[in-house]
């Protein structure tokens, strides 16, 4: 397996969960109100496994060993990708900030909610496409096999931290919340 098929992978996950964010906003849009815990759950699972466990992979272990090997050619294409997971972490924060508001009844908060949650999984929808479809191909053709190894082997670290749970437990996060819709 190349690290690029682990994280191609692991974009199928963020893509499910992206389908019941979407879905919590079509239900927002026509004045159904999903309950206050997916969206606890929405931004659990952005933070913990979008965030913290597949985008640490990117940037910290495949964009650093990107930079260091091409030395600066692709700085460009990096760091465009680095802002738009910024950019998220942002939209996420925005969401978090929103949900007492919304449980509580709060229209100006819920308008706010669903245009963050609309605006998330959008950029994430275009990031995800952009990375499956020219960035991690350019990836293989530019990394050495001895790179791909050294990279796949760190991400098996990465994912042994928690006991090699984090994709397991996502999973069931992403089907807990599909179940509050």
């Given at each position: 397996?190349?690290?690029?098929?682990?994280?191609?992978?692991e974009?199928?996950?963020?893509?499910?969960?992206?389908?019941n964010?979407?879905?919590a906003?079509?239900?927002?849009?026509?004045g159904?109100?999903?309950p206050r815990?997916?969206?606890?759950?929405?931004?659990?699972f952005?933070?913990?496994?979008?965030?913290?466990?597949?985008?640490?992979?990117?940037?910290?272990?495949m964009?650093?060993?990107?930079?260091?090997?091409?030395?600066?050619?692709?700085?460009?294409?990096?760091?465009?990708?680095?802002?738009?997971?910024?950019?998220?972490?942002?939209i996420?924060?925005?969401?978090a900030n929103?949900?007492?508001?919304?449980?509580?009844?709060?229209?100006?908060?819920?308008?706010?909610l669903?245009?963050?949650?609309?605006?998330y999984?959008?950029?994430?929808?275009?990031?995800?496409h952009?990375e499956?479809?020219?960035?991690?191909p350019?990836?293989?053709?530019?990394?050495?096999?001895?790179?791909?190894?050294?990279?796949?082997?760190?991400?098996?670290?990465?994912?042994?931290?928690?006991?090699?749970?984090?994709?397991?437990?996502?999973?069931?996060?992403?089907q807990?919340?599909?179940?509050?819709?």
């Amino acid at each position: 397996m190349k690290p690029t098929e682990m994280l191609t992978k692991e974009h199928g996950l963020i893509r499910q969960a992206l389908d019941n964010m979407h879905l919590a906003v079509e239900k927002l849009e026509t004045g159904e109100k999903p309950p206050r815990q997916f969206f606890d759950k929405a931004v659990e699972f952005s933070r913990a496994f979008s965030d913290k466990f597949h985008h640490f992979k990117e940037e910290y272990l495949m964009f650093a060993r990107l930079a260091q090997k091409k030395k600066g050619a692709l700085d460009a294409q990096i760091d465009a990708l680095r802002y738009q997971h910024e950019r998220g972490r942002g939209i996420v924060n925005e969401i978090a900030n929103s949900i007492d508001a919304y449980a509580k009844g709060e229209d100006a908060k819920t308008l706010i909610l669903m245009e963050n949650l609309a605006a998330y999984v959008a950029l994430l929808r275009h990031h995800i496409h952009r990375e499956d479809h020219i960035f991690y191909p350019m990836v293989d053709k530019e990394l050495s096999k001895d790179d791909q190894k050294y990279l796949l082997d760190e991400f098996k670290k990465k994912e042994s931290e928690d006991g090699g749970k984090a994709f397991a437990n996502s999973q069931k996060l992403v089907q807990e919340m599909g179940s509050l819709l």
